[in-house]
């Protein structure tokens, strides 16, 4: 059995209150495709890292949402999907 592998992609957006949203994003290798696996709101504190890792290890990304083929596609469909 082979071993899902994924690549990193940390997006930022700048928000006009001073806060950030982090898109926790994934490229799929080697099927290609990308999924937003989370969005966080901060504050200048790095306290995301946590639930990131939480949600890797429930279920593969690509279970939660279906792979896009940009970036930029998947962070619009995640932000569809949840309101933001």
């Given at each position: 059995?082979?071993?899902s592998?994924?690549?990193?992609?940390?997006?930022?957006?700048?928000?006009?209150?001073?806060?950030?949203?982090?898109?926790?994003?994934?490229?799929?290798?080697?099927?290609?495709?990308?999924?937003?696996?989370?969005?966080?709101g901060?504050?200048?504190?790095?306290?995301?890292?946590?639930q990131?890792?939480?949600?890797?290890?429930?279920?593969?990304?690509?279970?939660?949402?279906?792979?896009?083929?940009?970036?930029?596609?998947?962070?619009?469909?995640?932000?569809?999907?949840?309101?933001?």
């Amino acid at each position: 059995m082979r071993a899902s592998l994924y690549l990193r992609h940390d997006v930022y957006e700048r928000m006009g209150d001073g806060d950030v949203i982090v898109y926790r994003c994934l490229e799929l290798i080697p099927g290609g495709g990308f999924v937003v696996q989370s969005a966080d709101g901060v504050r200048g504190a790095d306290g995301h890292e946590r639930q990131f890792l939480e949600l890797m290890s429930e279920s593969a990304p690509e279970e939660r949402s279906e792979p896009c083929a940009s970036l930029v596609e998947a962070i619009a469909k995640f932000r569809a999907e949840f309101g933001i």
